[in-house]
């Protein structure tokens, strides 16, 4: 079975701009997380997608969104780009909400 | 909230000796708890996890943890480094009761000198 796949893997973009990634879970998996690690505040959950729905979300500001889409891949968006975004984004799926997470291998965002 | 406390964020040991990392944990609820593994420009990899279950858990890759409730502590240990282990460790704990919603450790980046 295919793991959790992310794209893209790497991405440079200035602040102010916009960003959208994306995560493919396994397949049969409805649930998404996804979470920030970055060297300073470590790893830190930012939302959760269960069945096309946000479950529960962590406290990033509201720059932050995602939506799940029916096949369950999820995207991510971050607006007006800030150095601080750069991060490691992580997307994790789970067969069930809240679930035994399997996580992809990341998207590494550089803002300049 | 459930927080978790990784204790040295640079471990090192020598090839062949004893792995010892440290993880601390405060829950309200009984938990599930987790070591993960990440190699540079990887994602997460679970290596064991307790859910109630034997308090002393054996991993992937010849780690294994202990559960003491008393001491509110996971520590991971594995008897015998071998270079494939240098790695960053994450310990996790469960936000809420019988869910995987996980709250991390800073994280210990292991070095293994030959």
């Known amino acids: 079975k295919a793991g959790v796949t992310q794209t893209p893997r790497y991405l440079i973009k200035t602040r102010g701009q916009q960003v959208t990634l994306s995560c493919s879970p396994i397949s049969g998996h409805r649930s998404v997380s996804w979470y920030q690690q970055t060297p300073g505040q470590g790893l830190q959950f930012l939302f959760e997608y269960f069945s096309e729905t946000q479950r529960n979300k962590g406290n990033f500001p509201g720059r932050f969104s995602g939506r799940q889409f029916s096949n369950s891949r999820s995207e991510m968006n971050v607006s007006t780009l800030e150095l601080g975004d750069s991060a490691l984004y992580l997307c994790?799926?789970?067969?069930?909400?809240?679930?035994?997470?399997?996580f992809g291998p990341g998207t590494r965002l550089t803002v300049l | 909230a459930q927080s978790v406390t990784q204790l040295g964020s640079h471990v090192s040991v020598s090839e062949g000796a004893l792995v010892l990392l440290r993880c601390n944990y405060s829950?309200?609820?009984?938990?599930?708890l987790f070591w993960y593994v990440q190699y540079p420009n990887q994602g997460l990899q679970l290596l064991l996890k307790y859910t109630s279950a034997a308090t002393l858990v054996k991993g992937i890759n010849g780690f294994e943890a202990e559960f003491k409730k008393s001491e509110t502590s996971f520590h991971l240990t594995k008897p015998s480094a071998h270079m494939s282990d240098a790695a960053e460790y994450f310990c996790?704990?469960?936000?809420?009761?019988?869910?995987?919603?996980?709250?991390f450790g800073k994280g210990t980046k292991l070095s293994v000198i030959p």
């Open positions: 829950s309200s609820v009984p938990p599930y």
């Open positions: 994790a799926s789970s067969l069930v909400e809240r679930g035994e997470q399997f």
């Open positions: 996790a704990v469960s936000e809420e009761a019988g869910s995987y919603q996980l709250t």
